[in-house]
């Protein structure tokens, strides 16, 4: 990869993920039937800075947990899928929740396909939404987030590489060019 420019430093992410929050409050009309996945990998402490965002802001603990949509994807084999696959971590019974998929990136919309699918095989929440740090376009599927932290429109062959503290040390976002 060829680095092209900074996005994001972690004051620029903070600030996003605080405004991603208070809109999640005011669409939902407070906390109440919250429940907040974050999509594996960066969209778990993704999700893990919105509910403390929540916690700050409301006071209201939010259950979080994860989705590994490894089984869900539509282009890996049966076996492939079987040797990979992960649980899913539902810490509630999400029927008749609000849940709330939380992302890093969205480009083609398939990973979150694959995230409704699962959050579907675990019960029927009363509503599905979407909050990703940056959308980059070049959608394939007729997916649009709820919440986003910036666009960020994108030629095919760049990428953008989000960096959370837990996974690689340091928050920022990058723009990258393929090589």
Same mark, same amino acid.
């Given at each position: @990869?060829?680095?092209?420019?900074?996005?994001?430093?972690?004051? #620029? @992410? @903070?600030?996003?993920?605080?405004?991603?929050?208070?809109?999640?409050?005011?669409?939902?009309?407070?906390?109440?039937?919250?429940? %907040? !996945?974050?999509?594996?990998?960066?969209?778990?402490?993704?999700?893990?800075?919105?509910?403390?965002?929540?916690?700050?802001?409301?006071? #209201?603990?939010?259950? $979080?947990?994860?989705?590994?949509?490894?089984?869900?994807?539509?282009?890996?084999?049966?076996? *492939?899928?079987? *040797?990979?696959?992960?649980?899913? %971590? &539902?810490?509630?019974?999400?029927?008749?929740?609000?849940?709330?998929? $939380?992302?890093?990136?969205?480009?083609?919309?398939?990973?979150?396909?694959?995230?409704?699918?699962?959050? &579907?095989?675990?019960?029927?929440?009363?509503?599905? *939404?979407?909050?990703?740090?940056?959308?980059?376009?070049?959608?394939?599927?007729?997916?649009?987030?709820? &919440?986003?932290?910036?666009?960020?429109?994108?030629?095919?062959?760049?990428?953008?590489?989000? @960096?959370?503290?837990?996974?690689?040390? #340091?928050?920022?976002? !990058?723009?990258?060019? #393929? *090589?």
């Amino acid at each position: @990869m060829i680095f092209k420019a900074t996005l994001m430093d972690e004051s #620029a @992410m @903070m600030r996003s993920l605080a405004r991603i929050t208070h809109e999640i409050i005011e669409r939902n009309q407070g906390c109440d039937a919250l429940c %907040l !996945c974050g999509i594996r990998r960066r969209g778990i402490p993704l999700a893990n800075i919105l509910a403390a965002n929540i916690k700050k802001f409301e006071g #209201a603990d939010i259950p $979080v947990g994860y989705i590994d949509i490894t089984r869900y994807r539509d282009d890996l084999t049966e076996l *492939q899928t079987a *040797q990979t696959a992960a649980d899913n %971590l &539902f810490p509630v019974d999400i029927t008749d929740k609000n849940v709330i998929l $939380v992302d890093d990136v969205i480009y083609t919309g398939r990973t979150v396909r694959a995230a409704i699918e699962a959050v &579907f095989s675990a019960g029927r929440p009363k509503s599905i *939404q979407l909050a990703v740090l940056i959308d980059r376009g070049h959608r394939e599927l007729p997916i649009k987030p709820d &919440f986003i932290g910036k666009n960020v429109p994108t030629a095919h062959d760049e990428i953008i590489q989000v @960096m959370v503290q837990e996974i690689d040390g #340091a928050y920022q976002v !990058c723009l990258a060019k #393929a *090589q």
